[in-house]
């Protein structure tokens, strides 16, 4: 049954975008629950009506107001239906929303993080996912042309001191024919994808743009690591549009313990270098790493607001037994669907992978995460015998099929979330930058 809301004059108050999502969130608030939400902009100590439903005097008698900052308010009506939990969640929701302050929404992010969500957090997530980016589901396809690496990175198994791997590097031509394989599948996007390897010069990297911008339609995602303001400029102007480097950790200590040969602030530094060159940036971290408390994740996410994001790629952590991090405890899908929810809560319209790593640490990982916040996902078209040997942690999904499986699987899962491919390219949705 449509519900008709009332919406006074004095919303004028509120920026357009807030005012939209507080009123989705005001719905979808009324449809879990048996209450009506009014929304109170509040002046000198009145509380004017804002929005919301009309209703019955006798409900004035079970209402709660709920000062949201000095401005703003809430109005719950039939609050005796609602647990002191349930109350508690609609409230931080609503902030989620409104705070601007960072060590406030720190707190709000904290709290659900710490406490087990009810389906309301999800929800919201999933709408706001579909006001700012549709329900399109972009595809990437991700191309894994080196497993070789430069560092030592405890938790990741092509770690250059894993001698258990065998490793491989493809060739220019391989590289390109994959990409144009790709495109036969109808892929808008190719990711090129290796450990930190030196043995690819940036020429080679940018004869490899080249002639893929040449011989397919496909946009170009890099993701080979850190490198100079100077090389990210070539590979920029040889046609590249994308750049993956997640920051992995907000926390300094953290990062020292984990990359020990890595530098945090260079590491930033080259996130900002991307940018200034003209990439289209994504970065993220794993949840779950040891070590890594509430805090810290909700860290993780105020870096990903700061650093104002086209792409977050967020995974677990799952200890991989060819690593010193061997007998670790693996993130939770429960945890990273929080993140995500938040994640698309907070920042918007940015690109969400439901990675790989998600789907392999549960069969259902990818959908309940695309339930709640994701739109992209990235097959995986390395070569059969190759795959394998990019094992970066093990069980990994998607090892034993071939690229044509993992589009109909794909597909398949599109269909039955009731969404759709995107046809386009799948450019950041952020405002256009050079
Ligand atoms: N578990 C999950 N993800 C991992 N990565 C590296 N090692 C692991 C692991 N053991 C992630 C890192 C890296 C990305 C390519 O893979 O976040 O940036
Ligand atoms: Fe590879 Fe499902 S995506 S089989």
């Given at each position: 049954m ?7 004059n004095q919303t004028e ?5 807030i005012?939209?999502e507080l ?5 979808c608030v009324?449809?879990?629950?048996p209450?009506?939400?009014?929304f109170?902009?509040?002046k000198?100590n009145?509380w004017?009506?804002a929005?919301?439903?009309?209703i019955?005097?006798?409900l004035?008698f079970d ?7 000095k401005?703003q ?6 609050v005796s239906k609602l647990?002191?939990?349930?109350l508690g969640d ?7 929303v409104?705070v ?5 929404l720190k707190?709000y992010?904290?709290?659900f993080l710490?406490?087990?969500?009810e389906e309301?957090l999800?929800k919201?997530a999933?709408?706001i996912r579909k ?8 595809l990437?396809?991700l191309?894994?042309?080196?497993n070789?690496?430069?560092?030592d990175?405890l938790?990741?198994g092509l770690?250059?001191?894993n001698k258990?791997?065998l490793?491989?590097r493809?060739s ?10 790709a495109?036969?599948l109808?892929y808008?996007?190719v990711v ?13 990297l ?5 002639e893929?911008?040449q011989?397919t339609?496909c946009a170009?995602?890099l993701?080979?690591g850190e490198r100079g303001?100077a ?7 040889a046609g590249a549009?994308r750049y993956?480097l997640?920051?992995?950790?907000s ?5 020292k313990?984990l ?19 003209g990439f289209?940036?994504g970065?993220?971290?794993m ?10 994740i909700?860290?993780d996410i105020?870096l990903?607001l700061?650093l104002d ?7 677990p952590?799952i200890?991989?037994?060819?690593t010193p991090?061997?007998?670790t405890?693996k993130g939770?899908v429960?945890?990273?669907r ?6 698309r809560?907070?920042t ?6 439901a ?7 549960d069969p259902?990982g990818?959908?309940k995460v695309?339930?709640c916040?994701?739109?992209v996902?990235m097959?995986?078209l390395?070569p059969?015998m190759?795959r394998?040997?990019?094992r970066i942690?093990?069980?990994?999904i ?11 699987c ?5 269909i039955?979330l009731g ?7 799948g450019?950041s949705?952020?405002?256009?930058r050079?």
């Amino acid at each position: 049954m449509a519900k008709e809301i009332f919406i006074s004059n004095q919303t004028e108050t509120l920026n357009q975008d807030i005012y939209r999502e507080l009123k989705y969130l005001t719905e979808c608030v009324e449809q879990l629950y048996p209450i009506i939400v009014h929304f109170i902009n509040i002046k000198a100590n009145r509380w004017e009506f804002a929005f919301g439903q009309n209703i019955d005097k006798q409900l004035m008698f079970d209402a709660k107001r709920i000062e949201l900052d000095k401005t703003q308010g809430i109005i719950i009506y039939s609050v005796s239906k609602l647990s002191a939990k349930q109350l508690g969640d609609i409230q931080a929701l609503y902030q989620l929303v409104l705070v601007k302050n960072r060590q406030i929404l720190k707190q709000y992010i904290v709290y659900f993080l710490q406490n087990n969500v009810e389906e309301i957090l999800f929800k919201f997530a999933d709408i706001i996912r579909k006001i700012y980016c549709g329900d399109e589901i972009h595809l990437r396809g991700l191309i894994e042309f080196s497993n070789y690496c430069a560092r030592d990175c405890l938790y990741c198994g092509l770690r250059k001191d894993n001698k258990a791997v065998l490793r491989y590097r493809l060739s220019s031509k391989e590289i390109i024919d994959i990409a144009k394989s790709a495109m036969l599948l109808n892929y808008k996007t190719v990711v090129l994808q290796s450990g930190e390897d030196y043995a690819y010069s940036i020429e080679q990297l940018c004869d490899i743009v080249r002639e893929i911008k040449q011989q397919t339609d496909c946009a170009i995602t890099l993701s080979v690591g850190e490198r100079g303001l100077a090389d990210y400029q070539k590979l920029r102007q040889a046609g590249a549009e994308r750049y993956l480097l997640r920051f992995e950790t907000s926390n300094q200590e953290l990062f020292k313990k984990l990359k020990p040969d890595s530098d945090y602030k260079a590491r930033i530094k080259c996130l900002k270098d991307l940018k200034q060159s003209g990439f289209q940036v994504g970065s993220g971290c794993m949840i779950g790493l040891p070590g890594q408390t509430a805090e810290i994740i909700a860290e993780d996410i105020l870096l990903m607001l700061e650093l104002d994001l086209d792409m977050i790629g967020i995974g677990p952590f799952i200890s991989n037994p060819e690593t010193p991090l061997q007998s670790t405890e693996k993130g939770s899908v429960e945890m990273m669907r929080k993140v995500i929810a938040l994640v698309r809560i907070l920042t918007k319209n940015t690109h969400l992978p439901a990675t790989t790593a998600v789907g392999s640490i549960d069969p259902q990982g990818r959908q309940k995460v695309l339930r709640c916040g994701a739109n992209v996902i990235m097959p995986n078209l390395t070569p059969q015998m190759y795959r394998e040997h990019y094992r970066i942690y093990p069980d990994k999904i998607c090892v034993k099929e071939d690229p044509d499986d993992c589009h109909g699987c794909v597909g398949a899962m599109t269909i039955s979330l009731g969404r759709t491919i995107a046809k386009g390219y799948g450019h950041s949705l952020k405002t256009k930058r050079a």
